[in-house]
């Protein structure tokens, strides 16, 4: 027998994650078949190809193996028992990680209506018995580099998911993804009442080292500083470049004294050690400014009054120097 964002990267909004497609190369099938004879002929006949075979003997018996296993293709014997082939069939179509697995019903009724009425079901193919070995194989076989086409394109869109979602200089999210982030969570703040806070962060004497040591040097710290902030951000915590050199902190479920000890968590975490160019060390500050939600805001009377706090900081920093 066999054996379905850390948030501060690009995100991919609340729905389940498909499954990842395996690195290993390797392709699972499972057979779904109430006769044990049937099950021996059909691996018997599946042997030469390598693939690593599951096997089940009823329809609910299937769906934990296929949950479990997470199978690249599955035979399903149309007539099994518990749950026969079409209950297996919506089951798998309602399930986020095994929706798009190619189903092969496996039947003896080769009537064109039944062929239809599975197909218009989601089966992938249809195969009649009694087959012969190569039909088996080639059906299958068809099914496998359905499924490996789907894992590519998959795996592409994940990529460009994340490139149009990624600030190339920093790997934090763009200020579009940053914002549609900060949109979603201050929709949930209106219904829930669930309490949401922002750190605006600004990186300090950026320009200074751009115009001393040049842009590759600025790019240095702004990367080492972004670094510094995912290190200490919670796995809920998202971070974008709003600016050329400022940061924004997401942080939801959290109250104004969280958001004090946050503002001092990232300042600290940001300027722990200078940073290493090849013109030497330079030091690096930061400022920030946090805001809570209040009942009522929209996201940019938020972020408005987090940018009076850094505002109101900064002024504080240079009377403080200035003294």
Same mark, same amino acid.
């Given at each position: 027998?066999? !054996?379905i964002r850390k948030i501060n990267q690009p995100p991919d909004s609340n729905r389940s994650r498909p499954p990842a497609a395996r690195d290993d190369g390797e392709r699972r099938l499972l057979i779904v078949e109430d006769s044990p004879t049937m099950r021996r002929v059909m691996r018997r006949f599946l042997a030469s190809t390598g693939y690593e075979i599951f096997e089940a003997g009823n329809g609910e018996e299937a769906? $934990?193996?296929a949950r479990r296993e997470r199978p690249d293709v599955i035979m399903l014997d149309r007539q099994i /028992? *518990? +749950?026969d082939g079409y209950g297996v069939l919506a089951a798998l179509r309602d399930d986020a990680e095994l929706g798009d697995v190619p189903v092969v019903l496996v039947t003896s009724h080769g009537e064109p209506e039944d *062929?239809? %009425?599975? +197909? !218009?079901?989601?089966?992938?193919d249809y195969l009649r018995k009694p087959? %012969?070995? /190569? %039909?088996?194989?080639? !059906? &299958?076989? $068809? $099914?496998?580099?359905t499924k490996a086409v789907r894992d590519e394109l998959r795996a592409r869109n994940a990529q460009l998911e994340? +490139? *149009?979602?990624?600030?190339v200089l920093t790997g934090m999210l763009n200020r579009g993804a940053i914002v549609e982030h900060l949109r979603a969570l201050v929709s949930r703040s209106r219904r829930h009442h669930r309490p949401l806070s922002v750190v605006l962060i600004d990186v300090e004497g950026l320009g200074a080292v751009n115009a001393e040591h040049g842009h590759a040097a600025g790019d240095t &710290? +702004? !990367?080492t500083v972004a670094r510094r902030v995912r290190g200490v951000m919670r796995e809920e915590d998202a971070c974008g470049r709003w600016s050329g050199d400022e940061l924004l902190v997401v942080a939801p479920d959290t109250a104004a004294d969280g958001a004090a000890a946050l503002v001092e968590r990232l300042g600290a975490a940001a300027g722990v050690e200078p940073v290493a160019l090849e013109a030497g060390k330079v030091p690096v500050g930061v400022c920030a400014g946090a805001a809570t939600w209040h009942d009522g805001d929209d996201l940019e009377a938020l972020v408005r009054r987090a940018e009076h706090a850094l505002a109101a900081a900064q002024a504080e920093r240079r009377r403080a120097a200035g003294a």
């Open positions: 027998m066999g !054996r769906l $934990a193996v /028992p *518990v +749950l *062929v239809a %009425e599975g +197909l !218009r079901r989601g089966a992938h087959f %012969e070995q /190569p %039909e088996l194989v080639a !059906r &299958v076989q $068809a $099914a496998m580099r994340r +490139l *149009v979602s990624t600030d &710290v +702004l !990367r």
